[in-house]
C-alpha cells in the first residue's frame, strides 16, 4: 500500500545521470525573469551529495570565479533543473570534498579516473617481474658459483 506522498513523490523524480562527489557537473538551471526564461549553466565539482537518492536529495557544487569560491546547493530533482550533465569523473577517497575550501594548488587538484585506471596496470607489472624473468635469474647465481 503506497500512500498519496510516496506516489506524489515517485511521479516528481527524474531520471538523472550517477553523480558523485569528485564529478565535475554542468548544470542548466531555468531563471525566470520577469516574463522571460532562460537558461543559465553552472560547471564545477561536486563536493558533497546529501539526503539520499530520493525526492529531497541534494548536492553541493563548487566553482572558482575570479579567484573567489562559489558554492550552489542544487536539489536534483528540482523542476527548475532541466539538465545535468557529467563533465567529466574523479577518483576522490571521501564523501565529502569540503578540504577543497581551503586546498592550494596541487593539493586542490583531483585525479581523473580514466587517468588513474590507465596507470594502475602499468604500476602492477612493474611491481611483479614476468615469470620467465625469474627463472633466468635463479639459474644466473648458480652459475657463477
Not at 12 to 33: A, L, N, S, T, W
Not at 88 to 111: C, E, F, I, M
Request: without cysteine; glycine residues 6%; positive net charge.
Amino acid at each position: 500500500m503506497t500512500t498519496l506522498t510516496e506516489t506524489f513523490n515517485k511521479a516528481q523524480e527524474k531520471q538523472m545521470p550517477d553523480i558523485r562527489p569528485g564529478d565535475i557537473v554542468r548544470i542548466h538551471q531555468k531563471i525566470k525573469e520577469g516574463d522571460k526564461e532562460r537558461i543559465q549553466i553552472f560547471e564545477g565539482v561536486v563536493i558533497a551529495r546529501k539526503h539520499g537518492k530520493g525526492i529531497s536529495s541534494t548536492i553541493t557544487v563548487r566553482k572558482v570565479v575570479d579567484t573567489i569560491g562559489v558554492e550552489k546547493i542544487f536539489p536534483v530533482h528540482s523542476p527548475s533543473l532541466s539538465k545535468i550533465e557529467v563533465v567529466k569523473s574523479s577518483k576522490v577517497r571521501r564523501s565529502k570534498l569540503y578540504y577543497l575550501r581551503t586546498a592550494k594548488g596541487a593539493k586542490g587538484k583531483l585525479k581523473n579516473k580514466e587517468l588513474a585506471a590507465a596507470i594502475a596496470p602499468e604500476k602492477a607489472a612493474v611491481m611483479e617481474p614476468p615469470a620467465e624473468d625469474t627463472a633466468q635469474q635463479e639459474s644466473a647465481p648458480t652459475e657463477q658459483k
